[in-house]
């Protein structure tokens, strides 16, 4: 991967490291831009890049920013996008549409895998996957194939069970998507340690995730190994609690209509308003833990220029 795709920008940081073959670690924007309220937003990506660079790897916020496909955000940019109105949420189907009319968006976790892996970055940091949505219906989100498709490891809280965890586990498998539990055994629930549902793999280390990863893409497979990190014990919250804030939210987003992309936000704003704020806690907690867990498991992946020697 010595080359970038024309409409991308790799800001100075991220292009040394990557010459260097230092550990990077891709960072999203969606979370900026749709996940969460200001100004927690801004402080939250700072964060986060603060926690990688902490822990020894390079920060590569990911986003689009007047049509171009951004790796490596500035202090000023991150701060422009976090305060930016009607900006578009950026999914793989996304990237042409907003380039062609020089947008700016955060990027989803698609998003983020597909630039991620056109800069040959190799690890990601993200709160919660999307995936399938209640209901029986169609609304898959574009990450679950994406991660079927991407060699990249992925650390995330699981998913948010506004969505049908057990659907969205067994897209995972059809995918080809090993989903690596770390220190535990259980798939969390974004807010909450517990599912009720299996990991295929506990690990003790990130850099046992690490050399699992590895072992998969130099198998041949090129898709994604998703690494599942419980909140926090302080930050985390009980699962039954959550669940009824999520029953009243997905029963407003019914009767409001609400539709498409704009379906995650809805959700995760009113769970925030009727969680009272615990909520936007557990989600800052577990962002800043799965960042230097990333940070941690970039140390033990070589570089892109290295990996294709192999
Ligand atoms: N789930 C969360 N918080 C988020 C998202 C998902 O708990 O911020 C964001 C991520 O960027 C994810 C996207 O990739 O929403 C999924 O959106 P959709 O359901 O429209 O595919
Ligand atoms: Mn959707």
Redesign the pocket.
Known sequence: MNYLPPNYVISPAVARARQLGLPVVAL?T??LT???PRPENLRAAREMESQVFQHGATPATIALLAGKVHIGLTTEQLEQLSRMDGLR?I?RRDFGLAIARGESG???????LVAAHQAGIRVFA??????V?RGGGM?V???LPELGRTPVLVVCSG??S??DLPATLEVLETQGVPVIGLQTDEFPA?YSRESGLQVNLRVETPQEAAQIALAHWQSGVEGAVLLVVPPPEEVALPARQVESWIDQALREAGEKHIH??A???FL?DRVAHLSGGASLQA?LGLLFNNARVAAEAAAAIPGPTRLRSV
């Open positions: 999203e969606a979370v749709h996940g969460l949420k999914s955060g990027t989803t976790v698609s998003g983020t993200t709160g919660g996957i999307g995936g949505h609304d989100s574009a990450d998913a948010k506004i969505l974004f498409g992309p379906v995650t936000p995760l989600n």
